[in-house]
């Protein structure tokens, strides 16, 4: 019987990948006579043997995938460019954009003080009432919507269809055509429920409201149809209510595209100028994007420094809203496209 020895850090394989003796003959296949000899059944690779190169076929993906790296850092740095020269602006203490050509050359924090501490323009103040408009009418969207929805899905009524499509065809308007009839519309409200009427807060909810209700409809709708109406049937066998059924059971179900169309509600009545333009007034009832613009508009006074410094602050809870709800983004708005 041949006794296996373990190789030396002598021994090197050869060209052919097999090692010299002892090591060769150690591990060579024992003889047809020997009944108690245990035949290896890997080659054994001593720590020190070489890895090779890469294989062929990791090379070719990583040729094959590297334009995708080069596109993504590509967008990355197009997307970031803009908001690092704002960054770069709100710094500076020229006031001007510029002088904000050489990114960071001065840095200053001037125009934030500024900024908060103005008496006639209330930052703060806009900070708070579009804060208080894009959470309202946020909640509003989603209400209105959602109810919309449920009906249209579950429910089967006369004109139902006809109902849907109307809601998709005045949503190809445009928005503009209805300003003139916003006005006067609120402007009529304002002598009856001055609440509702012209430079209210609640007047521009009631019309974000009004225009948010069709195309957030459709997209629950789509949504609220991969939900099996075998559920709607089961609670209803066991007792339950529309509402019961609508509150404690569909809505949990839905909370994806609850929380989208209420992000996108909230992003876009935070971030709206001309319909806040038309209806706010007074400048302690302005939002922040009619707010910011008195920086600009002065002919020969435009502070760009102060305007930059309000805009990265204003970026502030959009960009938390999205890192905190970015987990729905997606589900949300690909939940409806296929029927469950």
Known sequence: MTTPTTPTPDDRPGPDGTYDA????????????????????????????????????????????????LAAIAACVFALFPLVYALSASLSASGSLLGSNRLFSDVTGANYTNLLTDPQNPYLTW??????????????????????????????????RSGLMSLLIIQMFPQLLAFVAIFLLLFAISEVYPFLGLNSRLGLVAVYLGGALGANTFLMY????TIPKDLDEAAEIDGASHAQIYWTMI??????I???VGMLSF???????????IVLQDPDKYTLAVGLYQFVSVQFGENWGVFTAGAILAAIPVVALFLFLQRYIVSGLTGGAVKG
């Open 22 to 69: 002892p090591w060769a003959a150690a591990t060579a296949a024992p003889s047809t006579g020997t009944s108690n000899t245990v035949q290896p059944t890997d080659t054994l690779r001593p720590p020190d043997a070489p890895t090779g190169a890469p294989r062929p076929r990791r090379r070719r993906r990583s040729a094959r995938g590297g334009w995708k790296h």
């Open 127 to 160: 900070f708070a009432n579009s804060m208080f408009v894009s959470v309202t009418t946020a909640v509003g969207t989603v209400l209105m919507g959602a109810a919309a929805a449920y009906a249209f899905s579950r429910f089967r009524f006369k004109s139902r």
């Open 222 to 225: 789509g949504f609220f149809n």
């Open 251 to 256: 809505l949990p179900l839905v909370t994806p």
């Open 258 to 260: 609850l929380v989208v």
């Open 267 to 277: 992003i876009a009545s935070f971030s709206d100028f001309l319909l806040a333009q």
